[in-house]
């Protein structure tokens, strides 16, 4: 629960914001002045994560305060709640995390507060060790669940090429809604770094207004939970803090499989299972937008262990790399030479043939 306190000369306006910042969940309002000076004197001890300023106010400015209030509560964002839009250059000078114009509308409050939870996330994230290739699982967190409550089999997930999620016994399972695949896309991808509410509703409801987005989610994850419960599972769904987490332990996916892999190295025994496993860029089907960094790093990281592992590779394994470098990036004409080239040692002349004629084909294609 985020700490909060509300800066206004007018008592009305504290008492909308309290009713709305209540409404929203996930903050909890510890101070209320009418007096920036009165703030300034109580800010270091409430210590609070956020502080919703007024800016016309009698006595010391909102925007003159700013920068006392920043100095004493060093680890809080400001966001300036006002009837005047003329102060918003000025506002983000101070880098204010949001600028609210009054009345103040709830779906705006809530992409305040999806950004700061962005923020903080990021911050956890720097601070937390990375695994290979920054793996969405890599960080830790204090609020990360422990093992399953009950020993049994983990569900099996793909998501490399199309998304997948099968029960134990190899059942593929179905999604009630569109967004609800979306919405267990999001969470695993963060798996062990809950992720606030308000993150949510930014990337999966950007477009509806507060009340509705917060509907649309609470009508997701019930169908998300019933389907897990469907086969067993009740727990897969955790909540706290105002955050939503999956339990990582209940799904194992091709992703890990392929990490493991790739911290091995390439050119082992194990190469072609390993390649294999790459079945086509992370949530490709699906093609969430919010998946594209992640998706070009894994893509990024793969190509880049596969050519360094070329020289040092014996020619079957080179071969297979290289069949696979082509699938992934099928324009880079060198892989074919160097393809034609490994084929014609092994005595292999239909298959130089066959990758002389793909390499044509290709340029044809593009010209």
């Known amino acids: 629960m985020w700490r909060a306190i509300l800066i206004d000369d007018e008592e009305i306006a504290l008492d909308v914001m309290d009713i709305m910042l209540n409404r929203v969940g996930g ?8 007096l920036a000076g009165e703030a300034l004197a109580q800010c270091g001890a409430l210590q609070p994560d956020l502080i919703f300023l007024d800016i016309e106010m009698p006595g010391v400015s909102g925007l003159d305060a700013a920068g006392e209030l920043a100095a004493s509560c060093p680890d809080a964002e400001i966001v300036f709640v006002t009837a005047h839009d003329q ?68 569900l099996s997930l793909k998501v490399l ?22 919405l267990f896309a999001f969470l695993w991808h963060h798996r062990r770094q809950p992720v606030y509410k308000y993150a949510i509703l930014e990337y999966l409801w950007p477009d509806d207004p507060a009340e509705r987005g917060q509907k649309l989610l609470h009508t997701s994850l019930y ?18 803090d105002d955050r939503y987490w999956i339990d990582a332990s209940s799904v194992r996916s091709d992703l890990e499989d392929l990490l493991g892999g790739l911290e091995q190295g390439v050119a082992g025994a194990g190469i072609k299972d390993i390649l294999q496993l790459y079945a086509g860029d992370y949530l490709e089907m699906e093609y969430y937008d919010w998946a594209s960094a992640y998706r070009i790093e894994l893509r990024t990281t793969l190509l880049s262990t596969m050519i360094a592992a070329l020289d040092q590779a014996a020619d079957e394994s080179r071969m297979l ?7 992934v990036e099928p324009s880079q004409g060198h892989y074919y030479d160097l393809l034609a080239d490994v084929l014609s040692r092994a005595g292999d002349q239909a298959g130089v043939r066959r990758v002389h004629a793909m390499k044509e084909q290709v340029r044809l294609d593009e010209g």
């Not at 909890?28 to 009418?34: A, D, E, I, N, Y």
């Not at 102060?87 to 009054?102: C, F, P, R, S, V």
């Not at 998304?163 to 609800?180: F, Q, V």
């Open 27 to 34: 903050v909890k309002v510890v101070g209320r002045f009418q």
């Open 161 to 182: 090429g199309s998304m997948e999620l099968y029960a134990p016994d190899g059942r593929l399972l179905t999604w009630r809604t569109k967004k609800t695949k979306e």
């Open 87 to 154: 102060y918003a250059i000025d506002a983000y000078d101070t880098e204010a995390i949001g600028y609210l114009l009054k009345p103040v509308a709830e779906d705006k409050l809530v992409r305040v507060l999806s950004r700061y939870a962005n923020r903080q996330a990021k911050k956890k994230n720097r601070s937390s060790d990375n695994s290979v290739v920054g793996s969405p699982s890599a960080a830790g967190s204090a609020a990360e669940p422990g093992n399953r409550a009950e020993d049994k089999p983990a």
């Open 223 to 240: 169908y998300l939970r019933s389907l897990f419960k469907s086969v067993g599972y009740e727990a897969v769904v955790k909540y706290g």
């Open 321 to 327: 790399i290289l069949w696979k470098l082509i699938e």
